[in-house]
């Protein structure tokens, strides 16, 4: 192992599978993305700490511990096709693609869009990655067996829901009264009717409407 796999494997025992994560899929996934190289190169020694961290644009790459718990609740199959509503670095897609699924990710920030495809195209990873507000339907209907929104979301978005395939899963940080987010699991059953749950506080940057920055 290089030493960069030795500390990925390090993070998945002691802050993933530690804390109840046991999907040997997801933990594979987040062992063989090199998450060093989604981070500026100033902070890629601090990549394998168990917290987000700043990529710039006063936005953040997720901390290793939500991002697993996320892609654990979407739960996705090989073959899948997902939607990522924040790019940001590319890192969460990263591990969606390791899982075999094919992901579409719609970012705000046109310089953050640009930095994440160089990152996933020069790891080979099968993302396409759309510099669009999230929050507005595009070009992007699918439908999605997956949809995971990973910016604190003040309610779902219609679309999303819409986007889901029948026995698809969408996993977004929604605000919550008692303030801070929490993540929501809605599933889309076959008939079209959703079932939600709750499950963990979590903090994230806020979902913002429109597009920010140059040419895309
Ligand atoms: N998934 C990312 C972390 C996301 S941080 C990773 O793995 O690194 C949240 C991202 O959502 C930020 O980059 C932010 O610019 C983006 N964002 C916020 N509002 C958005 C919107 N309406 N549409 C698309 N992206 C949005």
Same mark, same amino acid.
């Given at each position: 192992m290089t030493p960069w796999e030795i500390r990925a494997a390090e993070m998945v025992e002691k802050q993933i599978r530690a804390r109840g994560i046991d999907s040997e899929s997801v933990l594979e996934a987040m062992r063989s993305v $090199?998450?060093?190289?989604?981070? $500026?190169e100033h902070l890629r020694e601090s990549a394998w700490i168990d917290s987000p961290l700043p990529i710039g644009e006063e936005q953040t790459i997720s901390q290793p511990y939500m991002v697993a718990r996320m892609t654990e609740l979407l739960a996705p199959a090989r073959g899948d096709s997902v939607l990522e509503i +924040?790019? +940001?670095?590319g890192y969460q897609a990263a591990v969606l693609a390791a899982l075999g699924t094919k992901v579409t990710s719609i970012e705000r920030i046109a310089s953050l869009a640009v930095k994440a495809r160089e990152t996933l195209s020069a790891l080979g990873y099968d993302v396409t990655v759309f510099w669009s507000d999230g929050r507005e339907a595009g070009d992007c209907l699918g439908p999605f067996q997956g949809v995971i929104v990973t910016a604190a979301a003040p309610m779902l978005e219609e679309w999303w829901s819409e986007a889901l395939a029948p026995g698809g899963r969408l996993v977004a940080p929604v605000t919550v009264l008692s303030g801070g987010e929490r993540l929501l699991l809605r599933e889309k059953r076959f008939h079209g009717e959703y079932s939600d749950t709750w499950y963990d506080y979590c903090r994230f940057v806020p979902l913002l409407r429109g597009r920010s920055g140059g040419s895309s």
């Open positions: $090199p998450r060093h190289l989604f981070l $500026p +924040g790019t +940001g670095s």
